[in-house]
C-alpha cells in the first residue's frame, strides 16, 4: 500500500480524556465504602465533561493545529467500563449527533489502576508515601497493580488500536471522512498511553504530572503523517505537563516529520545509555568532517509512532 494512502486512512487525531471530577476525587473517605469501579462524578464533573465534549467538537471542527476546517468528520470512541468514565463519556455524548458517532467500544484494558479492594484511608494514605519513596512506576499497591502493571495492558491495548485502524475495521464505511478518536480513561491509563506511545523512559514518565479532571491531550497528525503533541498544544503547556525539553523538541520535530523518519538526536533512543563514545579521529587515526552533523543513531529505523 502507498504511504499516502496509509497516512489517509489514519486517524487525524487521537484525544486522551480524563474523567471529570468523582466522588472520590472530591473526598478520599469514598473509597472506603464504595467500590472504586462504581464511583461516579459529582454534578461539578457532570458540567466539567459538557464542556470537554464542546471543546473537542470545536477543536474537531475548526481544524485545530493550524489545519483547515472540517465539515466531514467522525469520533469514534474507546471508554473505560468505571462508572465516572462512562458517565463522562453520556454527559460528553450531547456535543455531538449520532450521525457524527462512529461507534463506542467499552475497553477494560484502560480502566483505572487497581489499588486494591476498598481502600481504608489512612493505610493508603501511607502506601502512596511509600510510593513516593519507592517509585511511582515500579511500586506495586498491595493487592492491586503497579504502574508497570497498567504500561502493559496499556500496552496491549495499543496493539488491538493499530489493527483496528489498519484492517479498517473502525472507519469502513467513513473512508474519506477526518476520523478522530477519543478515549475516555484515567490520568495514570492516559499518560502510560503517551509514555508507551512516544517511547519515553521511566524516568521521563516520573515527571509528568496527572491531567486534571477532564483535561486533554490531542495527539494530532502532522503534515508528514507523524503524530505529535505538539500540532495543538503550545510549548508552555507542554512544559506545565511535566515535559522536559528534550522531550518538547521531539514532540516538535514529530509536528513535522515524515511517517516512518527515526529521530536519531533523541538522547533516549541511543546516546544516554551510553558513556561518551570514543571520537572517531581516536579509534581511526583521522577525522570525518561530517561527523558531527550525523545522528547520535541510526536514522533508518523503525516508525516512531509505535
Known amino acids: 500500500m502507498a504511504e499516502e494512502e496509509i497516512v ?21 473517605s469514598t473509597y472506603t465504602h464504595v467500590p472504586d469501579h462504581q464511583i461516579g462524578l459529582t454534578a461539578q464533573g457532570m458540567k466539567q465533561a459538557e464542556e470537554c ?27 473505560s467500563p468505571y462508572q465516572r468514565t462512562l458517565s463522562t463519556l453520556r454527559e460528553m455524548g450531547r456535543a455531538f449527533e449520532r450521525e457524527h458517532i462512529i461507534g463506542v467500544r467499552e475497553e477494560v484494558r484502560i480502566r483505572e489502576q487497581d489499588f486494591g479492594n476498598f481502600q481504608e484511608e489512612e493505610r493508603m494514605k501511607n502506601r502512596k508515601e511509600t510510593r513516593e519513596l519507592f517509585g511511582r512506576f515500579f511500586y506495586r499497591f498491595p493487592e492491586g497493580e503497579s504502574a508497570a502493571d497498567v504500561f502493559d495492558r496499556v500496552t496491549s491495548f495499543l496493539e488491538s488500536l493499530w489493527r483496528d485502524i489498519h484492517m479498517k475495521r473502525i472507519n469502513r464505511d467513513h473512508g474519506s471522512c477526518d476520523l ?19 517511547k519515553w523512559t521511566v524516568q521521563q514518565f516520573e515527571l509528568l504530572k496527572n491531567p486534571r479532571n477532564c483535561e486533554i491531550r490531542v495527539m494530532q497528525l502532522g503534515p508528514g503523517g507523524e503524530y505529535s503533541l505538539a500540532v495543538h498544544h503550545s510549548k ?10 528534550e522531550m518538547i523538541a521531539d514532540q516538535e520535530w514529530r509536528a513535522k516529520a515524515n511517517r ?4 536519531g538526536r533523541c538522547p533516549w533512543f541511543c546516546s544516554a545509555f551510553f558513556d561518551p563514545f570514543p571520537s572517531h579521529e ?23 509512532s509505535t
Open 8 to 28: 489517509r486512512r489514519l486517524p487525524r487525531r487521537i484525544i486522551l480524556v480524563r474523567h471529570g471530577e468523582s466522588q472520590g476525587n472530591l473526598d478520599n
Open 53 to 79: 465534549g464542546r471543546n473537542i467538537r470545536e477543536i474537531i471542527e475548526s481544524g485545530g493545529g493550524g489545519s483547515s476546517p472540517s465539515t466531514d468528520w467522525r469520533v469514534y470512541f474507546y471508554v
Open 180 to 198: 478522530n478518536l477519543v478515549i475516555v480513561s484515567h490520568g495514570l491509563a492516559s499518560r502510560v498511553f503517551l509514555m508507551k506511545w512516544f
Open 236 to 245: 508552555e503547556e507542554l512544559e506545565e505537563w511535566g515535559l522536559t525539553s
Open 260 to 263: 516512518g523518519q527515526w529521530n
Open 282 to 304: 581516536k579509534d581511526h587515526g583521522h577525522h570525518d568532517v561530517n561527523e558531527e552533523n550525523k545522528p547520535t543513531c541510526p536514522d533508518n529505523g523503525p516508525s516512531s
